[in-house]
């Protein structure tokens, strides 16, 4: 699709503007700002993130909700297989 030229400008109006404010909100050179800038597919927020936390985008674990007796249930299984098997092995070692 052919874009105007006034389209052309006002993309390259954001595109500063953009780096004017990844400038104003990071350490990053207009060199850097620019590179950042293509990277993100023009995404100024996920520039600042990254420069904030670079581990922004890496998702999180998700771990399982226990109620409190199936974490009392889970310990009291495991000291009792642990006890079972301390007793197995010194039953083997005897023999």
């Known amino acids: ?16 503007n953009n780096i004017q ?23 100024y927020m996920n520039v600042i993130r990254e420069y904030l936390n670079p581990n922004f985008n890496k ?4 771990t399982k909700k226990q109620s409190t007796n199936q974490r009392m249930m889970t310990e009291i299984r495991n000291l009792l297989n642990s006890i079972e098997n301390n007793n197995i092995s010194i039953y083997n070692n005897k023999q």
């Open 1 to 16: 699709m052919l874009k105007t030229i006034k389209e052309e400008e006002d993309e390259e109006v954001i595109f500063n």
């Open 21 to 43: 404010l990844i400038l104003n909100q990071t350490n990053y050179d207009k060199e850097m700002a620019t590179l950042k800038l293509k990277e993100w597919d023009n995404n």
């Open 59 to 62: 998702k999180k674990k998700e």
